[in-house]
Nanobody, 126 residues
Framework: QPQLVESGGGLVQPGGSLRLSCAAS????????IAWFRQVPGKEREGVSC????????NYADSVKDRFTISRDNAKNTVYLQMNSLKPEDTAVYYC???????????????????WGQGTQVTVSS
């Protein structure tokens, strides 16, 4: 199982930007689809964005389309989530998740992923 470590969270004002990183170790990330999920206490975990193993296909939740961008650098074994125009409702713990998945589009279904990071807190507040 891969070890996933998120970083880049923090406190930002509404309208600001953050870039989250998900660094993988113990695996070659090239065969893995990666997704970002987020969770607010008392609510279910929500799929935010995913990227296919080859990087050619991405998917976004409607709530973050045109504001968030997912990308990957397989040479660095890292996936990024660039978050722009942040809103207070983006406040959550953000998790990255991985699953071996080649030649197929990625999904935002939590049940499709079998490796998870510990999460990083993102707080959007003035």
């Amino acid at each position: 199982q891969p070890q996933l470590v998120e970083s880049g969270g923090g406190l930002v004002q509404p309208g600001g930007s953050l870039r989250l990183s998900c660094a993988a170790s113990g695996i070659n990330l090239m065969a893995y689809a990666i997704a970002w999920f987020r969770q607010v206490p008392g609510k279910e975990r929500e799929g935010v964005s995913c990227i296919s193993s080859g990087g050619g296909k991405t998917n976004y939740a409607d709530s973050v389309k045109d504001r968030f961008t997912i990308s990957r650098d397989n040479a660095k074994n890292t996936v990024y989530l660039q978050m722009n125009s942040l809103k207070p409702e983006d406040t959550a713990v953000y998790y990255c998740a991985a699953v071996v998945r080649v030649f197929r589009p990625c999904t935002l279904s939590e049940a499709d992923f079998d490796s998870w990071g510990q999460g990083t807190q993102v707080t959007v507040s003035s």
